[in-house]
């Protein structure tokens, strides 16, 4: 989109003799400077659309060993399609540009498969001369300098604007300006970066993105490594919209200030929550969110032992699991209140069975320990890889990275694994 401007000095000195109807009923003699007015306002008065995405996460796998039919994780390929069903859709509303807010790639090193889909996928839009921006977020972001960004290896491709290297930056597209903030190294880059971000008054828009925890809001804070915590007193600068990325559900924080989500279900704290994201209408101020399609997340009715003699459990757990539909898709069942003495009596070797069509099955059980204290767990149903990031999920770990140590974890237990087959 280019601006168009008409040399005004140029058109102020001439005249032209239009029919302009007077009560007089002569003829008006007007300026070419009254007809620029009037194009220039209808130029202006054109509405623009921008989309807002963020935390896609490409490359993320999650508990499941499955592997789809092109032999990946299907877990990392869910996360592919539903970036690739985004692109569909927004090359359907043909918006002036989009803006990601951050985490394109779930890690900081990507595999050459998921570079080279990103890259395609991205391609898909600014070939069609859809402008992209996209600021680096905690996932994707190195914790030292000298590894280099991941978003650098995009840069080959024109039409995107990558934005990383604790440096904020702006775009201008039209008659919109784009302050980008990008992952910052320590909270004081971060502050020195946001002390920049300011609306522009010669544009007639002017749009933030930065990826971070909204501060004093406990439901953003994921406690990950490096999550920066943005001050609410940066939307109050006056900008016409802030696209923000890091919580992964969508959420209006206030006025012109929104979480777009992430695409796909990272955990069972989204679950039943859509996944998508908005497409922004910066003349009426308006957002639409466009859901996507993406694999069922669902939790069956919580059984509470409570209720039951204990030797009926097992058959009403088997009817629980029976009566639901559970193939392919990500399953939690949680068992309470159950005598610590009748966990080992549980038939874990035909649940198993009776789960294996769930691309992921949780079997979440709290037990009654003698001291009449609860304690929750994991039923320990055949997969290692399974029961330690369950456990992981357990615990609560502050300022921690529970899903890097998920992943390292399972890494090593994956190898492990290797190893005994051979």
Request: aromatic share 8%.
């Amino acid at each position: 989109m280019r601006n168009i401007d008409f040399p005004l000095p140029l058109l102020s000195c001439l005249k032209i003799v239009v029919p302009v109807s007077t009560s007089f009923g002569k003829k008006q003699i007007v300026s070419l400077r009254f007809f620029h007015y009037l194009i220039f306002n209808s130029l202006k008065s054109k509405k623009m659309r921008f989309v807002h995405i963020a935390d896609t996460h490409l490359g993320a796998s999650g508990p499941t060993r499955k592997v789809a039919p092109s032999g990946v994780n299907q877990r990392e390929q869910d996360f592919c399609l539903a970036f690739a069903q985004a692109v569909d859709t927004i090359l359907k509303i043909r918006p002036d540009f989009v803006i990601h807010a951050g985490d394109l790639f779930h890690q900081v090193r990507p595999t050459n498969r998921i570079l080279a889909f990103a890259a395609k996928e991205l391609q898909r839009l600014t070939t069609k001369e859809v402008p992209v921006i996209i600021i680096s977020g905690n996932h994707d972001s190195p914790k030292q300098p000298y590894v280099g960004n991941v978003l650098s290896v995009l840069e080959i491709l024109e039409g995107l604007h990558l934005v990383y290297g604790n440096t904020y930056e702006e775009i201008v597209i039209g008659e919109a300006k784009i302050h980008a903030i990008p992952q910052c190294l320590d909270e004081e880059d971060l502050k020195r970066e946001m002390d920049r971000a300011w609306p522009d008054e010669k544009y007639r828009y002017n749009i933030l993105t930065i990826h971070g925890a909204v501060t004093g809001v406990k439901e953003f804070q994921m406690g990950e490594i490096s999550e920066q915590q943005i001050p609410d007193s940066l939307f109050r600068r006056g900008f016409d919209y802030v696209a923000l990325g890091h919580y992964h559900l969508r959420f209006e924080v206030q006025k012109k200030v929104y979480y777009a989500g992430s695409t796909e279900r990272v955990s069972f704290g989204e679950l039943g929550r859509e996944k998508g994201f908005w497409e922004v209408d910066l003349e009426s101020g308006e957002n639409v969110f466009h859901p996507l399609k993406i694999r069922p997340m669902i939790e069956l009715e919580t059984i509470d032992c409570s209720n039951y003699e204990l030797d009926e459990i097992p058959r009403i757990i088997e009817s629980r699991i029976r009566e639901n539909d559970i193939t392919d898709k990500i399953v939690r069942l949680k068992v309470v209140n159950l005598p610590a003495s009748s966990y080992r009596s549980l038939p874990l070797g035909e649940i198993r069975k009776m789960t294996e069509s769930a691309l992921y099955f949780d079997l979440k059980i709290e037990r009654i320990v003698e001291s009449g204290i609860t304690g929750a767990e994991t039923a320990a149903i055949g997969k290692l890889s399974r029961e330690f990031s369950d456990y992981l999920e357990r615990q609560k770990i502050k300022e921690a990275d529970k899903e890097k140590l998920r992943e390292t974890g399972l890494k090593y237990i994956m190898s492990a694994q290797r190893g005994e087959e051979e």
